[in-house]
C-alpha cells in the first residue's frame, strides 16, 4: 500500500466522511433556510467519481467511510454507489461503510444498504412529536422515519439515534428519547447544536442546551457510567446501568478532540476539509477530472492532508457566536 496518510501533528487519517449531495427532503430549522439554493448539478461529482475518489482514499488508508449529505439517500442511484463500495468491504481494505440519514427513504433501501455491507447506520431524528417533528424539519413526517426505523431493525441494520439537543424544544424528550431507544437495543447520541451557515430568523445561541446539563437530568433517572470508548471524534460515551444502552453526547464547544482526530471531511463537489471547524478547503474535483490516473488526485489529497489544522475555533462564550462557520452543515455533511 501507499504511504498512509499522517497530518502535520502526527495524526493518522483513517475516517472519510463524504456528502454525496447537497439536497435534502427536509429543511431542519437548524441546518437550512427554507428556501436553500442548491448546487448545479454538473457541479456534483458524478457517481463514478465519487466512486474513484473514495477508492484513492482507501488506498491511502481510509478505513471506514460515512456517507451523509444534505440526504445521501435523495440522491438518484447511490445504491450502485454503495454497491461498488461494497468490494473494499469484500477485500478488506474498509471497515466499515456507513451513513447517516434522516430515515426518510430508508424502508426503500434498508435492505440494499444491508446486502452492500452497511451493518450500522445514524438516523437522525430530534423528538417523538409528531407536531414538532415537523415543526423542526419543516417539511417532514414523522411517520415516514419511524417506519424507516422498523424497516433498518428489520434488515438486521445497527441503529444510532442522533438528536440535536435543543433548549425548551426536546428538553422534555429526553426520557422518551431514550425509553424509545432502550426498547429497541439502539444507542442514541446528542449533538450540542453548532453554530453553522446563515440561517436567518434562527437564534442559535438561544437553542443552546449545554449537553453538561442533560447529563445531570440523565443522572437524576439513571446510574451513569463514563466509558473509555473513543472514536477519534467530539463524542464521549455513557452507559445507563439501568437499561444497559450506551448514551453519546457530541460537544464540539465545551470540549475539546482535536487532538485525537483522524477525520476529514469531502463534500459533494469534491471539496476536501480538514477540519469541521475551519473555513480552509482544498479542491479534489479538478485533481480528479485532471487526469485517468489517481496520481494527480492522491497528491491532492496528501497536500492538502499536509494542511490539516490542529483545532477549531468555535466558541459560544459570552453569549456570541465567536468561530461561526458560513457555511451550512447540509454542505460538509456534518
Ligand atoms: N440528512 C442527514 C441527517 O439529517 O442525518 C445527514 C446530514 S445532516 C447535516 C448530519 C447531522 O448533522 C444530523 O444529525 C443533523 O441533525 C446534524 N446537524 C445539522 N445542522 C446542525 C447544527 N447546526 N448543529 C448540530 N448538528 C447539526
Ligand atoms: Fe436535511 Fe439532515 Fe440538514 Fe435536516 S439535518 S435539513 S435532514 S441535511
Known amino acids: 500500500m501507499n504511504d498512509p496518510l499522517i497530518d502535520p501533528f502526527a495524526r493518522a487519517i483513517t475516517y472519510l466522511r463524504l456528502s454525496v449531495t447537497d439536497r435534502c427532503d427536509f429543511r431542519c430549522v437548524y441546518c437550512m433556510s427554507e428556501n436553500m439554493t442548491f448546487l448545479p448539478k454538473r457541479d456534483l461529482l458524478t457517481l463514478e467519481e465519487l466512486d474513484r475518489l473514495c477508492t484513492s482514499f482507501i488506498g491511502l488508508g481510509v478505513r471506514k467511510l460515512r456517507i451523509t449529505g444534505g440526504e445521501p439517500l435523495v440522491r438518484r442511484d447511490i445504491m450502485s454507489f454503495f454497491q461498488g463500495m461494497s ?16 430515515g426518510s427513504q430508508l424502508h426503500r433501501f434498508a435492505g440494499d444498504l444491508y446486502d452492500a455491507g452497511v451493518r450500522r447506520i445514524n438516523i437522525s431524528i430530534d ?13 417532514g413526517k414523522l411517520v415516514n422515519v419511524l417506519r424507516g426505523i422498523d424497516a433498518a431493525l428489520e434488515a438486521g441494520l445497527k441503529v444510532k439515534l442522533n438528536a440535536v439537543a435543543l433548549k425548551d424544544f426536546n428538553e422534555s424528550e429526553l426520557f422518551d428519547l431514550t425509553e424509545f431507544c432502550a426498547a429497541r437495543d439502539m444507542d442514541l447520541t446528542f449533538i450540542e447544536v453548532m453554530p453553522m451557515g446563515d440561517l436567518g430568523e434562527e437564534d442559535r445561541v438561544g437553542q443552546y442546551w449545554a449537553l453538561s446539563d442533560l447529563q445531570a437530568k440523565l443522572a437524576t433517572r439513571y446510574t451513569l457510567t463514563d466509558l473509555p470508548d473513543r472514536t477519534g471524534g467530539p463524542a464521549r460515551y455513557l452507559r445507563l446501568e439501568e437499561t444497559g444502552q450506551r448514551v453519546g453526547l457530541i460537544t464540539p464547544l465545551t470540549h475539546n478532540f482535536c487532538e485525537s482526530c483522524n477525520r476529514v471531511r469531502v463534500t459533494c463537489t469534491g471539496e476536501i476539509y480538514t477540519c469541521l471547524g475551519q473555513e480552509g478547503s482544498a479542491d479534489l474535483r479538478e485533481p480528479l477530472r485532471a487526469s485517468e490516473g489517481n496520481d494527480v488526485l492522491e497528491n491532492a489529497i496528501r497536500a492538502a492532508i499536509g494542511n490539516k489544522p490542529k483545532g477549531h475555533d468555535f466558541d459560544y462564550s459570552r453569549g456570541n457566536e465567536g468561530g461561526k462557520m458560513s457555511r451550512h452543515m447540509s454542505h460538509t455533511g456534518g
Do not use: C, M, V, Y
Open 87 to 102: 468490494r473494499h468491504l469484500q477485500s478488506g481494505a474498509l471497515e466499515e461503510l456507513t451513513l447517516t440519514t434522516n
Open 127 to 139: 423528538t417523538l412529536d409528531e407536531a414538532k417533528f415537523a415543526e423542526i424539519t419543516r417539511w
